[in-house]
């Protein structure tokens, strides 16, 4: 968070210290530019703050808060990381009684959808099956946190030979170069589903405790 300070009165300057004491910092007052309005909601002062802040009346002077703490992931930050490193995602998928199903995949960022394996016979491979509407959970648990939640439909192959290079590929994200090919062919064979989700909603926040 920072902070700019409109104006001078001893009430506003201990809301300074008070927000410095809990951790804030603080802008120059040009922060608060003279064009920019508040954020969400009719300016609090003539002077107003810019978008991602919010204007606090103290007296004679306003106090702008700039919520800088987390922002929107798209396009290329967002492909880095769903890209990054090898967390494994949470699916949700459908019950036949309507209840959700979440279990932890293996899955890779590939043309631009999410592409990952399952047996025909689990649980969230029947579910798919029968309904293909998904949620994939994707999550950064290291401070400042980030994470993705994409929805939308799997399609569905069988194909072995175009299962077994994505397999190979799935398993080097998760087991590296040593163990993809041996993890791959062991994943790709009968009973097993490739699946492609593509992205038809996503919300993606990144440095959420920044």
Known sequence: MRLSLVGRNTGALLMVFFLIAAGAGL????????????CG????????????CIAVPV??????????????MSGDEL?????????????????ADGSPHVAPIWFILHQDDLVFMTGA??????????????????EDERPPFAFATVE????????????????????????????AEQYGRRNAVEGEL???LRRVRVTAVAEIAD
């Not at 802008?27 to 920019?36: R, T």
């Not at 007296?59 to 929107?72: E, K, P, R, V």
């Not at 492909?79 to 019950?95: C, H, I």
């Open 27 to 38: 802008a120059p007052h040009g922060d608060c530019g003279a064009e920019a309005h508040s």
């Open 41 to 52: 909601s009719p300016p609090l002062s003539e002077t107003g703050c810019p978008p991602g």
């Open 59 to 72: 007296g004679a002077g306003d106090l702008c808060l700039f919520w800088d703490m987390a922002h929107q």
């Open 79 to 95: 492909d880095r990381f769903l890209s990054a490193g090898s967390p494994t995602g949470k699916l949700a998928t459908v019950r």
């Open 121 to 138: 016979e689990t649980v969230k491979g029947k579910n798919m099956l029968r309904d293909p509407r998904v949620v994939l959970l994707v």
């Open 152 to 179: 939308g439909t799997v399609s569905i192959s069988r194909n072995l030979d175009e299962m077994l290079p994505l397999s190979i590929a799935i398993a080097r994200r998760y087991m590296g170069d040593e163990l």
């Open 194 to 196: 490739l699946l492609r």
